[in-house]
C-alpha cells in the first residue's frame, strides 16, 4: 500500500488532539484562571485547518506539475534513495522554510496570508491549526521550486514540506518550558513563543521550522527572557472568531490600500512593502482625516458665527428700523 504523502497532516489529527486535551488538561490544573484556551477559539482555529487542508489537497494539483517540469527540465543532480538524500532534502527544505517565514513577515503579500496563523492571543496547540487556505495564491509553493532543481522528485518535496509542517505543531504550546541543549539546535516551544509574541523585543524573531540554527546564524533569534512573559497576538488585534474574517482581512486591508494610493510605486509598496508601512500608512490616514475633521469643524464654527453675527446685525437692524423717522 502506497502512503499519500499530501494526506500526512490528516493522517496525525488523532495524535495532534490528543495533545489538545492533554494540555487543556494539563493547564486547567497547574495554572488555573489563566485564559490560555476558550471554546470559540480553538474552533476557530480548527475550521481554518479545515478549511487549509481542503484547499491544499487543491492547490497539489495545480503544483505538483510545477514541480515535475523543474525536475525533469532543470534538475542538476539525481539522488539514489538513501539516508544522505533524506537528510540533505530535510535540511534543504529547512532553510527554505525559514526563508518563506522570514519573507511572509516582512512582505504584505505573503504577511496577507501567513498573518492567519499569528492573530490569535491565545498560544496552545490548537494555534498550530490556524493556517491559511490563502498560501497557495500568496505563493508558498514557490519557495520549494529550488528543491525540484536540487533533483528531488515532486512527491519527495510534498511530503518534507509536510513533515516540516507537522514537527512545527508540537512547538505551539505553554505547557513545556526551556529544553536544554536541545534548543541550541532544534525549533521549540520557547523559541516559538517568542515567535508568536508581539512585544517589542520579541516581534519579527525566530522564524525557525525545525532547526534553530538559522536563526542563529543569520542574526533573527532571540531568547525567551521570563521577565518578559510574551504577549501573544498581532500589533494591530483582529477580536474575531470568525475563520472567514481572519483569512480575508488583511487581503482586503491590503487591496483597500492599493486601490486608494496614488501613483505606481506606493501601489508596489502596498502590496510588498513590510507590513509595518501598511501601518503607517493608516496613521497617516488617520492623521491628515483628523486634520481634515479639525478644519471643517472650524470652518463650521467660523461660519456658524458669522451667520449668527449676520443674524445679529439683522436683528438688530429690524429692531432698529422702526426707531427711525
Ligand atoms: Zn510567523
Ligand atoms: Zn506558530
Redesign the pocket.
Known sequence: MQFDAELLLLAMAPVFLACIGWEAWHLRRTRPGEPIYSWRDTFCNAALALMQQAADKLAWLAIIPVYTFFYQHYRIHTWPASWVSFVVLFIAQDLLYYVF?RC??RVRWLWAA?VV??SSERMNFSTAFRQSVMYPIAGMWLFWIPLAVLGFAPKQIVAIVLINLGFQFFVHTQAIGKLGWIEYVFNTPSIHRV?HARNDRYIDRN?AGVLVIWDRLFGSYVDEDPRDAPVYGIVEPLHTYNPLKATFHEWASMGADFASVRGWRDKWRALFAPPAWAADYHARRAASSAVADARSREQSIREQATGQSTVNANHTAAFQTPRRP
Do not use: Q
Open positions: 517565514h511572509s513577515h501567513h496563523h499569528h515567535h522564524y
